[in-house]
């Protein structure tokens, strides 16, 4: 999947970079940006499909990556968007692209596989047409089937 840019994102979250956040190099930690990933998955789950909290059924997380691109350091603030490039049956995958400050192109960018999740039979459950819905009334492109 080649390097998304700014532009190609609808859904942000903003988010300063914390002292806490660096590690002994002076950068920020490669497993804070999985947390960067997660503040914007959780926020498109919430703000864009309203399908988020302790339901039945709901989304978890089957698979997280990052590609990271370039150093961030403090102090720093993030924008972070994130858009839905996949649905299937049962999943979503949500790309993420932290960029610093009003930069046009990511420091890291980050891809989730979400599954559709029923909590009381512990199994994959099929996604909401509501949700899918959603995800092509908010999103400019299409997300590939799959």
Not at 16 to 43: K, L, T
Not at 46 to 51: F, I, K, Q, R
Not at 60 to 74: A, D, K, M, N, P
Request: aromatic content about 10%; some cysteine; glycine content about 8%.
């Amino acid at each position: 999947m080649a390097t998304p840019t700014r532009d190609q994102f609808r859904h942000f979250v903003e988010m300063p970079v914390r002292w806490g956040d660096m590690d002994a190099f002076g950068h920020v930690n490669n497993a804070v940006f999985v947390q960067y990933i997660e503040s914007g998955r959780v926020d498109y789950f919430s703000t864009v499909l309203d399908s988020f909290g302790h339901t039945d059924e709901g989304p978890i997380l089957g698979e997280v990556t990052c590609r990271f691109l370039s150093q961030v350091q403090y102090p720093a603030s993030l924008h972070i968007g994130t858009r839905v490039v996949g649905l299937s049956n049962r999943t979503l995958r949500l790309q993420t692209g932290i960029f610093v400050g009003s930069n046009r192109d990511p420091a890291a960018v980050g891809l989730a596989t979400v599954v559709w999740f029923d909590y009381r039979a512990q199994q994959s459950a099929k996604l909401p047409a509501r949700l899918r819905d959603a995800v092509a009334a908010f999103e400019p492109e299409p997300p590939e089937a799959g």
